[in-house]
T-cell receptor, first 114, second 107 residues
């Protein structure tokens, strides 16, 4: 059964550094998402992406964040200048169409900003 | 505003006992509701979606629009059901999650 994959599984970075989190969605899926979960808190939506553009974003997704689909398979989340409060588990998800709304999640990247 | 409430952070039941994990939602439109499960150190996995009305691993959930609830139930708990359970609501695209309930099944 196809799965969403994410790399790296863990990332440690210094405050102010740029990080890129990578995701490979399920191959025939068209909608892509990023969520994050700060330790002890609920899973929060960051952004959705369809047809090579952002379709929805949350208040969390400010100018420090960007997403990209650089090729036919990868979907990336970039944080330009990391802050301590960006430390969290970041989940990528994908779904096939707008009607088939079930989202399938990757294993997550645990980001620690020091 | 979309909101999902799971009132129990922790739930502990004995093996063979019935399980009910509560979920209430707030949404002005027609919601689509899901239950996700996260076993230890694994990814979030889709367990149920209300539109399919199916039973997965013995779990069922019924959407009650009058009570704005989508409780997850299983008649006889098994030890392998121990996990974190998240209720989620989808309006347009994004999923809004509840806080999650950690279910522990005692032998």
């Amino acid at each position: 059964e196809p799965e969403v994959t994410q790399t790296p599984s863990h990332q440690v970075t210094q405050m102010g550094q740029e990080v890129i989190l990578r995701c490979v969605p399920i191959s025939n899926h068209l909608y892509f998402y990023w969520y994050r979960q700060i330790l002890g808190q609920k899973v929060e939506f960051l952004v959705s992406f369809y047809n090579n553009e952002i379709s929805e974003k949350s208040e969390i997704f400010d100018d420090q964040f960007s997403v990209e689909r650089p090729d036919g398979s990868n979907f990336t989340l970039k944080i330009r200048s990391t802050k301590l409060e960006d430390s969290a588990m970041y989940f990528c998800a994908s779904s096939s169409t707008g009607r088939e709304k079930s989202q399938y999640f990757g294993p997550g990247t645990r980001l620690l900003v020091l | 505003a979309q909101r999902v409430t799971q009132p129990e952070k922790l739930l502990s039941v004995f093996k063979g006992a019935p399980v009910e994990l509560k979920c209430n939602y707030s949404y002005s439109g027609s919601p689509e509701l899901f239950w996700y499960v996260q076993y230890s150190r694994q990814r979030l996995q889709l367990l149920l979606r209300h539109i399919s009305r199916e039973s997965i691993k013995g779990f069922t959930a019924d959407l009650n629009k009058g009570e704005t609830s989508f409780h997850l139930k299983k008649p006889f708990a098994q030890e392998e059901d121990s996990a974190m359970y998240y209720c989620a609501l989808q309006g347009a695209q994004k999923l809004v999650f509840g806080q999650g309930t950690r279910l522990t099944i005692n032998p």
